[in-house]
């Protein structure tokens, strides 16, 4: 089982397993990741589930599609490495992915 790690703003880590095929999304707020609200459950439509992906996990994505670029400038802070994690599916090969939240998400 993939296992994957949140890092909170002020560097403390949690570490969960996620079952392939579900969204990064509905682990995080499964597991109770701080930060981490999917106020749309997942449907790409609030960027309330904004996190920044490690790289080398980022390059290993596919491409965001336009409807999670537009939501994501709006999200808190992005950067180059921001996605939603509604929108990135749990697999095998994601295992040990490295996730950090957003400090003004919180």
Do not use: K, N
Not at 25 to 43: D, L, N, P, R
Not at 91 to 96: E, H, I, M, P
Not at 98 to 104: D, E, N, Q, S, T
């Amino acid at each position: 089982m993939p296992r994957l790690h949140f890092v909170h703003p002020d560097g403390s880590a949690q570490a969960v397993e996620a079952e392939p095929g579900e969204s990064v999304m509905t682990v995080a707020t499964q597991q109770q990741v701080a930060g981490i609200v999917g106020e749309c459950g997942g449907c790409c439509s609030c960027a309330t589930c904004h996190i920044y992906v490690d790289s080398p996990w980022f390059e290993a994505l596919a491409a965001p599609d336009e409807m999670e670029v537009m939501m994501l400038e709006a999200a808190v802070e992005p950067t180059a490495h921001s996605r939603l994690c509604c929108q990135i599916t749990v697999a095998d090969d994601l295992d040990g992915m490295v996730l950090r939240i957003p400090a003004g998400q919180l």
